[in-house]
T-cell receptor, first 110, second 114 residues
């Protein structure tokens, strides 16, 4: 079966850096997505990693280690608007099927 | 450009009634996904289509749920009869049909079955 684990909640301070971890055990792994979801809204795409290493996109970076079944999302210079749920999702099989983790609720405080 | 369109945005119904959720994918996208999101189980894939053909329906909870995609610009998810445990947010998403293509989500339908 597919198993994706991420912390349920995290709290961080405005202006700080936070790292959200995700571990996965899946069959036919083809890549790792991160989505952001604000309360009452739809998930929106943040990043996609298919190769090992770090992908940087502005304040957000995502890292993947396929051998360890591990990824993280790094958020720098945190802003209040970054308070949201962050969903880790594994791309599995030969197509474009995503299996999502249950999400990490991030709260940014002053 | 219009994103994924879903209707209705909110639905309140009574147990036993039929519910039909509708989705229009982004023009040019040939993969369509139906998800259900609850606090307890998170975001779960129910079914997905490639080029209007159902590819994987292993997430459909039971025979009360059915989905169709009669053409490239329209899909429905039907629950008949509905039960209180079906209460959830149902999202439709679309993408291009290639591994690694980003899925774009619609605004969702909030379903409450009384």
């Amino acid at each position: 079966g597919q198993n994706i684990d991420q912390p349920t909640e995290m709290t961080a301070t405005e202006g700080a850096i936070v790292q959200i971890n995700c571990t996965y055990q899946t069959s036919g792994f083809n890549g790792l997505f991160w989505y952001q979801q604000h309360a009452g809204e739809a998930p929106t795409f943040l990043s996609y990693n298919v190769l090992d290493g770090l992908e940087e996109k502005g304040r957000f970076s995502s890292f993947l280690s396929r051998s360890k079944g591990y990824s993280y999302l790094l958020l720098k210079e945190l802003q209040m608007k970054d308070s949201a749920s962050y969903l880790c999702a594994a791309l599995t099989g030969g197509g474009n099927k995503l299996t999502f983790g249950t999400g990490t609720q991030l709260k940014v405080e002053l | 450009d219009a994103g994924v369109i879903q209707s209705p945005r909110h639905e309140v119904t009574e147990m036993g009634q039929e519910v039909t959720l509708r989705c229009k994918p982004i023009s040019g996208h040939n993969s369509l996904f139906w998800y259900r999101q609850t606090m307890m189980r998170g975001l779960e894939l129910l079914i997905y289509f490639n080029n209007n053909v159902p590819i994987d329906d292993s997430g459909m909870p039971e025979d009360r749920f059915s989905a169709k995609m009669p053409n490239a610009s329209f899909s429905t998810l039907k629950i008949q009869p509905s039960e209180p445990r079906d209460s959830a947010v149902y999202f439709c998403a679309s993408s291009l049909n290639s591994a690694g293509e980003t899925q774009y989500f619609g605004p969702g339908t909030r379903l409450l079955v009384l």
